[in-house]
C-alpha cells in the first residue's frame, strides 16, 4: 500500500521517516517530492510503499491528543526556538525562504 490519489493530505501516517512508525503530515504531498527529489534512488520505491494513510480511529486517543499538543507549541514557539537554535549554530546554513538547513550540492 502506498497513499493513494483520494487519500487525505493532512493527517497521520505510517513511516514518514524511517525512524518513527507512524506520525503527522500538514502534507504528505511534500514528504513525498521530497522522497523523489532527495532521497537516495534505491530507497525511493521501499519509503513511498511504506507510507500510507491512518485513520485517528485507528490510534489511541492519547496519542492523537499528544501529537496535537506538540503540533501547536512546536508552531507557536518555531521563531523562538529558531533564534536559540541560530544562536548556538551562528553558521548553520538556514534559509528563511525554505525554512530549512540548505546543504551544498
Known amino acids: ?8 493530505q493532512e493527517g497521520f501516517f505510517t513511516f514518514i521517516h524511517h525512524d518513527w512508525p507512524i506520525e503527522w503530515s500538514g502534507n504528505i504531498a511534500e514528504r513525498l517530492e521530497f522522497i523523489a527529489s532527495n532521497k537516495p534512488k534505491h530507497e525511493r520505491a521501499t519509503r ?5 494513510y491512518v485513520p485517528e480511529a485507528l490510534l489511541p486517543a492519547p496519542f ?7 503540533s501547536e507549541a512546536r508552531r507557536v514557539h518555531f521563531d523562538q526556538l529558531l533564534s536559540i537554535a541560530l544562536a548556538l549554530v551562528p553558521d548553520a546554513p538556514w534559509s ?3 525554512t530549512c538547513l540548505v546543504f551544498a550540492r
Open 1 to 8: 500500500m502506498t497513499v493513494r490519489e483520494g487519500d487525505p
Open 48 to 52: 513511498n510503499r511504506c507510507i500510507v
Open 64 to 70: 492523537i491528543e499528544a501529537e496535537r499538543v506538540y
Open 96 to 98: 528563511q525562504m525554505e
